[in-house]
Structures are given as structure tokens and as C-alpha cells.
């Protein structure tokens, strides 16, 4: 194997498209003959919930990685890969379109009828955001983060929802929100003080949570796979989903 | 260095180096010539990171390269000053490099400021893209900087 201790590309490099092989239950993706993957879910039948790299580079401080495009089949819900089955592949937070990592500031943390309600300037909590899985009218989850202390009964690292909002403020629900009533409506937090600091909230969700594939026959996307320990784990990103 | 002037066929697996990167009191450091990833744990830190140390530049530094740096967030969570923070270039031998234009700075996405998932031990990667060099002359000033994913679970 060649070891090129920095290189200029001024030629096009170019790529074999490989297409992975699989069965029922497993797909394998061979790094000893390809870098670039494709896969037509039309062929494939069931959930796949395996996802093997085969053949991966290993060695100490070294970085391996690959494309797989996939070709959305004509049955998007029953013959499809189950990335959340799929453990060896972590997926970042957040969602398209959402900035997970922008944290939006809270400005105020105030009572009303006894229960938190806050404050935040253009949030995006006013309309549902919908996903396949995890219930088809859930609101994505968020978490609150301070410099300070929270308001009591918010805690960090836990999952809060929106069961109320405008587009100025929300009220923050310890539970999923999956309907306008009843028990799906949410759970408010009683009010006893504001915290201390100045606290932001961000998105918390995670691509595999969501369909990573576009649900639309034929569609194209094509996703990123990066191991930084020789094949434990892989870090899967999004590099384009419904592409044409 | 290699220059591949014509179209080359890749048949395999694609294998980046990890370099050496080290992060101690608000200071990030990576070796620029050991590696295009770089993957620092926030523990070691004992604040939110204000300088950014690029060491070993030197006048063969190629323009328009990409890193990647995968940021574990420590226990108590750590951020970029990105408001304040500047790329820092030295030599190799310690001497910091003064050929480029004061004026070098980090931009990114919308103007959006890369935030870390403050989730301990929360993975967080991003990419980060050098200014187009041609003669060692700096063409271009802006260190594009791009979060590639937060909280990878």
C-alpha cells in the first residue's frame, strides 16, 4: 500500500463505484476493493440491521473512511437499512435544516399560571417538527445548557419538549409532546425561581432518529463513514440527501 | 511532495494520519505537518479554548487543506472563543510565523460561531480548511471552519 506523506492533486482522482454486497440481515462493504458504494434499496428486501466493514485499514493514528450512496427502493418502509439498529454507527445531532450546535439564547424565565414559560426571540419550537420514527407527531427533544444553575426543575443532559410556543416563547414539557390533549399533550414544570446565569436551549436529535434516507423512489443521498479506530466505530454524516 | 498531474484510479479504502494535537490550560495545538486529524480530549483543558497554535508551518505549507479535528467535551464543557480566536502559525523550532497578513482569522458557516455539544465525553467533529497559498504568499486570509457533526451517538 502506498504512503504518500502529503500530496498535491492536480490530476481528477477518480473512483470505482462499488455496489455492496448483502443478504436479508447484513450489508458488507469491502474496504479492500472500493472507496465509493452504492447501493439499490429496490434489490434489498426487509431491514437490514447489520452494517459490516470488512477488510478496514488498522494501524496505530491512522483515519479510514468511505462514501455510500444510496438509491431509494419503491417500498421506502418495509425494504430499507435500520440505522438504529445499526450499533456500530454513531450519527451527529440535530436535524436538516437545524443547526444543533447553535444554541439560542433564553431571554427570560418567567410564571405563568404556576408553570415555566421562556422567552426566547425567533426560536424555531413553533412549528412540529415530524418524523417517521419515534411517533409521527413528536416534537423533536431539547436540552437547556447555563452558565449559571438551571431553574429548578430543569435538569442538564435531559430532554425537555415544547407544549406550547409562539414564535417569543415556549413552555417547556418533561415529556414527549405527541398531541394537542390528553395524555400525549405534554407535562409542564412548575414554576420556583428562574436559575441563575444566562441559559440557552439547543436541538437535541439525532440523524439516525429520523428517516437518513429520502422516502421518494429513485431518490438519491448519499452519506459520509468515517472510523478513527480501525473499524469499531464508524461516524456517519449526511453529505447530501435527495440529489439531483 | 508528491503532485499526481493526471487522473488517478482509487480502488480502496482511503487512509488518513492522525497528528499530534495537544490541548492544556485555553490552548489547542496541532502539528500541521504530522497528520490532516486530529483528536483532542477537552478534559485537559481549564477553560474555553483562546489561542489555537498551528506548529511546524513552513514555506512548503500547502494551501487549501483540509483538517479534521474530533473534539471530545470534557465534564465540565468547553467552547471556542471564536469571537477573539485567531489562527496562530509558528515554524518549526518555535518561532512564530510572521508572513502572514495580521488579518488571518476564522469564518464559518452563515457567520455562525461552531458550538460543542456540552454533553460529557460527547463526540464533536469539525473540519477546518487553510487559506489558498500559492508561493507562500497568503492569498486569501480566512481559515473556513465547519462543523462536520455534534454529539455523534
Known sequence: ?244 | MADLQRPVTINSAIIGKKGTATCTGTTLTIDIISGTYFELDLQNLSGDISTFRMENYSAGFPGGQSYTLKLIQSSTPRQFTWSSLIPQLFFAGGSAATTGPPNWHFVHIGGEHPYLSQENNAVNIMSIISPVTGDNSLRDVAWLVAMVGTDFQ
Not at chain 1, 14 to 43: E, M
Not at chain 1, 185 to 198: D, F
Not at chain 1, 213 to 228: E, G, I, K, M, P
Request: hydrophobic residues 35%; contains cysteine.
Open chain 1, 1 to 244: 500500500m502506498a504512503s504518500l506523506n502529503g500530496i498535491t492533486w492536480s490530476g481528477k482522482p477518480k473512483f470505482q463505484i462499488r455496489n455492496p454486497s448483502y443478504n436479508s440481515t447484513n450489508i458488507y462493504i469491502d474496504l479492500a476493493v472500493g472507496h465509493v458504494w452504492r447501493i439499490d434499496c429496490a434489490n434489498i428486501s426487509g431491514a437490514i440491521g447489520n452494517f459490516t466493514v470488512q477488510n478496514v485499514p488498522s494501524g496505530t493514528g491512522i483515519v479510514s473512511s468511505f462514501l455510500l450512496g444510496l438509491i431509494q427502493g419503491p417500498n421506502p418502509s418495509t425494504n430499507y437499512l435500520n440505522w438504529l439498529a445499526m450499533t456500530n454507527v454513531k450519527w451527529a445531532g440535530g436535524i436538516r435544516g437545524v443547526q444543533p450546535w447553535q444554541k439560542h439564547l433564553i431571554n427570560s424565565v418567567q410564571m405563568d399560571s404556576g408553570e415555566i414559560i421562556m422567552y426566547s426571540n425567533g426560536h424555531y419550537l413553533a412549528a412540529p417538527v415530524s418524523e417517521t420514527v419515534g411517533g409521527p407527531n413528536s416534537i423533536l427533544p431539547i436540552r437547556f445548557t447555563t452558565t449559571g444553575t438551571l431553574p429548578t426543575g430543569l435538569s442538564l443532559n435531559t430532554n425537555y419538549w415544547s407544549y406550547f410556543s409562539s414564535n417569543m416563547y415556549f413552555f417547556p414539557s418533561s415529556t414527549e409532546v405527541t398531541s394537542g390533549e390528553g395524555s400525549g399533550a405534554g407535562t409542564p414544570i412548575s414554576y420556583t425561581n428562574a436559575g441563575t446565569g444566562t441559559h440557552y436551549w439547543h436541538m437535541y436529535h439525532h440523524e439516525k432518529h429520523q428517516n437518513i434516507q429520502t422516502a421518494t423512489d429513485n431518490a438519491v443521498d448519499y452519506l459520509s463513514f468515517t472510523t478513527w479506530d480501525n473499524g469499531t466505530t464508524w461516524y456517519g454524516t449526511v453529505v447530501g440527501r435527495d440529489i439531483k
